[in-house]
């Protein structure tokens, strides 16, 4: 009979580890879609030409065409 229980409590304890494991993973694939979600990148045309232009002329400078 004191075999039979800690058996039982061996197979309850295992389950109870596999249920917390899957509840874990699954809030961490939650977070991960929500930071994913959050985190779209907004490309700003106006900055990005901006230092376009500042790279052309640095080139420019670079090779003496100012000179």
């Avoid at 409590?9 to 993973?25: D, F, G, N, P």
């Avoid at 879609?33 to 106006?46: E, G, N, R």
Wanted: net charge positive; aromatic share 4%.
């Amino acid at each position: 009979m004191d075999n039979s229980k800690k058996k039982v409590a061996v197979i309850a304890a295992v389950i109870k580890y596999l249920k917390t494991e899957q509840e874990a993973i699954t809030l961490q694939t939650m977070t991960a879609q929500k930071l994913a979600a959050q985190s779209t990148p907004l490309i700003k045309v106006w900055g990005l030409s901006g230092r376009q232009a500042q790279m052309h002329i640095r080139t420019m400078m670079q090779m003496k065409a100012f000179r």
